[in-house]
């Protein structure tokens, strides 16, 4: 196992790849894997040699359509097998993500309208109905529509575009340990002002911001008891944990959705939903009538197939983004899904042990490393005000190559109940942010722990975040603030754009290579090393000449955030 996960390691592409910082070179050492992880060279070679059958997948008649709709059918069964969805679960792509997926899903269950739509109709039954019957009418479908219950720590495509629909969101509150609520949600599903009207559940398996993980099946077991259906978004913790649709003969999901993207190999992939068969309507149109969707079409009707599976492909479906999705869900398994959640919860635990022992480092979330997966989103302060989460993650890169994020996490509800921001202080944030004072936007810096690190990165993540809360305020009057946008940017770096077009296609395979090297290269440890050692040397030369009247805070009222003036 140890060798085939070294093989991985080695073939992950970028991972000796370097950057050009203020400070200069730096290797790269990429914490970003929540938001999208890595390609690796075998799979990307493997589907190069893939390309030489290529054919669309509309046809069997020639070889080249026959190979690849087979290798696509192979691809989906895979997909399918490796998250425990049985011949009752559909596979549908969509779209680039769980964002995509998602909203495939709304439109399957009938509640999506377009916002043009909704416009359309409201326009229409202004003009042509009584202001009166249309008031009635209009109320009766707002007290009739769908129920949709979703977590405290949803994603923004897990929320917010539940609330675009003909739907009412009622959110599960979080417990006094910072976790989902189960009493909550029974209460509320079991409300009888819902008894009559369709019930939804669409939750995450857990936080992309805190890593903190669902009871995936508790839940399920409570929305199934009070007549809800049960869906799941698994994008943060897809990459990490195994996937069971059904658990045991007495619990099952409706559905789950996810971004292959985020794991080894994914990148490129499409999204992904699966659903039980059960939740769709067989007797109505695909969601998208197309070529590929249909079993005979005349001048005046159209036969649709009655497979889910081929109805919902609409057009030439995404070849290379499934067959990507399935190596890389692929590659998982074969990683070991217990063996990756051993190795991060090892590091996940030690890396909150050594974080939490500095007194600048505020990590959000419960602080209870068994609940997470390896993800660690926190905040350093400086007095009675904080670094600037995109100054945090800027230094960790200039400094040291650290690839992390800073911001909400695209989950705002849930940062507004980390960071205790109620309805009335909520306000005064948007009204800065509509006076273009976009720099005070709250959130954190956020890194995750990959299976995949090696030790030494593991061990240089926690010193170089431990050096930013020590020594990350000596290289504020390095860096230029800017209120309007919340960019910081080095005051005397001029980095070059990167480049894109065909010029540089052509030239890449054309271009000579550097001279074979005749002295050592140094290890990673070694490298990592000398980039502590370059930051100590700097926050050094930079600390007497530090004086804190060089520096003033965003809105003290809100959250304060140091910069240089």
């Not at 950057?19 to 890595?38: K, L, N």
């Not at 405290?152 to 495509?157: N, Q, V």
């Amino acid at each position: 196992m140890n060798d085939f996960w070294d093989l991985v390691r080695e073939n992950i592409i970028g991972r000796e790849a370097s950057i050009r910082t203020p400070f200069g070179e730096r290797r790269v050492t990429y914490a970003d894997y929540t938001a999208s992880g890595r390609g690796v060279r075998f799979i990307e070679s493997y589907l190069t040699r893939v390309l030489e059958l290529y054919g669309n997948t509309h046809t069997e008649d020639d070889a080249t359509g026959a190979i690849t709709s087979h290798r696509l059918r192979l691809a989906e069964a895979a997909i399918k097998r490796l998250l425990g969805a049985g011949d009752c679960y559909k596979i549908i792509e969509d779209g680039t993500g769980a964002t995509g997926a998602v909203h495939r899903l709304q439109q399957i269950l009938g509640i999506y309208i377009p916002p043009a739509g909704k416009d359309m109709y409201r326009k229409l039954g202004e003009r042509w109905f009584p202001a009166e019957g249309l008031s009635e009418f209009e109320s009766f479908l707002m007290a009739n529509r769908p129920v949709v219950f979703v977590g405290p720590y949803e994603h923004h495509s897990n929320e917010v575009s539940w609330r675009e629909c003909f739907a009412e969101v009622v959110e599960i509150e979080l417990d006094a340990e910072g976790l989902l609520d189960l009493g909550d949600l029974e209460r509320k599903v079991s409300d009888p002002r819902f008894r009559e009207r369709r019930k939804i559940g669409a939750f995450s398996a857990a936080s992309n911001v805190t890593g903190l993980i669902t009871p995936v099946y508790e839940v399920a077991r409570i929305l199934h008891r009070h007549n809800a259906l049960a869906f799941f978004d698994y994008a943060a913790i897809a990459p990490y944990a195994p996937i069971l649709l059904c658990h045991g003969e007495d619990c099952f999901l409706d559905g789950i959705f996810f971004s292959p993207h985020k794991l080894l190999g994914g990148p490129g992939s499409s999204g992904i939903l699966i659903i039980h068969e059960g939740v769709y309507r067989y007797d109505l149109p695909p969601t998208v009538g197309a070529g590929g969707t249909v079993e005979f079409v005349n001048a005046e009707e159209q036969k649709y197939s009655a497979e889910i599976e081929v109805r919902e492909k609409p057009g030439t479906p995404g070849i290379l983004q499934i067959l990507r999705a399935a190596l890389a869900l692929e590659l998982k398994e074969r990683l070991g899904p217990r063996r990756i959640e051993e190795r991060e919860s090892a590091m996940i635990r030690e890396a909150m042990e050594r974080l939490a022992a500095h007194p600048a480092v505020q990590i959000i979330g419960n602080p209870d490393p068994a609940r997470r997966i390896a993800i660690l989103s926190f905040n350093i302060r400086m007095g009675d005000s904080y670094l600037h989460p995109r100054f945090v993650t800027l230094l960790l890169n200039d400094l040291f190559g650290i690839q992390s994020r800073a911001g909400c996490s695209c989950a705002g509800p849930y940062g507004h109940r980390l960071l205790k921001i109620d309805g009335r202080k909520s306000l005064e944030f948007r009204e800065e942010i509509l006076h273009g004072h976009v720099g005070v936007k709250p959130g954190w810096a956020r890194v995750n722990f990959h299976f995949l690190m090696s030790d030494a990165e593991f061990d240089f993540l926690c010193r170089a975040i431990l050096f930013v809360a020590e020594k990350g305020k000596y290289f504020l009057p390095q860096y230029e603030f800017q209120l309007s946008t919340g960019a910081w940017k080095h005051r005397s770096s001029r980095q070059p754009e990167p480049g894109f077009g065909l010029e540089e296609a052509l030239a890449g395979p054309l271009a000579a290579g550097p001279p074979p090297g005749t002295t050592r290269a140094p290890t990673e440890q070694e490298l990592f090393a000398g980039y502590l050692r370059e930051a100590g040397r700097l926050a050094r030369e930079l600390e007497p000449g530090f004086l804190l009247a060089q520096l003033d805070t965003t809105e003290r009222d809100l959250i304060p955030f140091v910069y240089c003036r």
